[in-house]
């Protein structure tokens, strides 16, 4: 069955430290794999995706995802956090088939000055 | 370009009464999902079509959500009638996709209070 996990309700992070906010997966197929942010009171934000290629892909506002296959892990990062990336952060898996997108539980990123 | 436009944008009701959503998703988008987002939750998919035809409705409850998507363009969640657990944001999306740059939109939501 298509499923996505975020072991972490919340990741606490130092301002200037690397960061990472985990996502394991469980699809049918090769995974289209994304991750999108939500500020308070705000919609969701696309931030990057996989499709193929690279396992290292680039996205918006400096965060960057690795997809490791042999792992189904889709895992977020960024070298250096910013109080502004404070917020809820969810992965999301689409079966390449049927085009079914689930998203996972989400995560608050918490960034201290 | 347009994006997904969802409305209203709040309603209030009470339990047991019925309440519909309106979504138009971005022109010539084929695919349309229907999420419900419970407060701090991630969204959980209710029902995704691919043009006028359902594509998943596993997450439904069919006993009292109903969904369609005439001509393949805009679509209607209606809850008919509302419980209390029902008190959530509604979020619409769509795709263009398939492909390498294939992106979802998502529309700002409708929020739903059931007192």
């Known amino acids: 069955a298509q499923s996505v996990a975020q072991p972490e309700d919340q990741v606490n992070v130092a301002e200037g430290n690397p960061l990472t906010v985990k996502c394991t997966y469980s699809?049918?197929?090769?995974?289209?794999l994304f991750w999108y942010v939500q500020y308070p009171n705000r919609g969701l934000q696309f931030l990057l995706k996989y499709i193929t290629g690279d396992n290292l892909v680039k996205g918006s506002y400096g965060f960057e995802a690795e997809f490791n296959k042999s792992q189904t892990s889709f895992h977020l990062k960024k070298p250096s956090a910013l109080v502004s990336d404070s917020a809820l952060y969810f992965c999301?898996?689409?079966?390449?088939?049927?085009?079914?997108?689930?998203f996972g539980q989400g995560t608050t990123l918490q960034v201290k000055p | 370009e347009a994006g997904v436009a969802q409305s209203p944008r709040y309603k209030i009701i009470e339990k047991r009464q019925s309440v519909a959503f309106w979504c138009n998703p971005i022109?010539?988008?084929?695919?349309l999902y229907w999420y419900q987002q419970i407060l701090g939750q991630g969204p959980k998919l209710l029902i995704q079509f691919q043009n006028n035809g359902v594509v998943d409705d596993s997450q439904l409850p069919k006993d009292r959500f109903s969904a369609e998507r005439l001509k393949g363009v805009d679509s209607t969640l209606k809850i008919q009638p509302a419980k209390l657990e029902d008190s959530a944001v509604y979020l619409c999306?769509?795709?263009f996709g398939p492909g390498t740059n294939e992106k979802l939109f998502f529309g700002s939501g409708t929020q739903l209070s059931v007192l």
């Open positions: 999301a898996v689409r079966a390449p088939r049927t085009g079914k997108l689930i």
């Open positions: 699809v049918s197929g090769n995974p289209y």
């Open positions: 999306a769509s795709r």
């Open positions: 022109s010539g988008h084929a695919t």
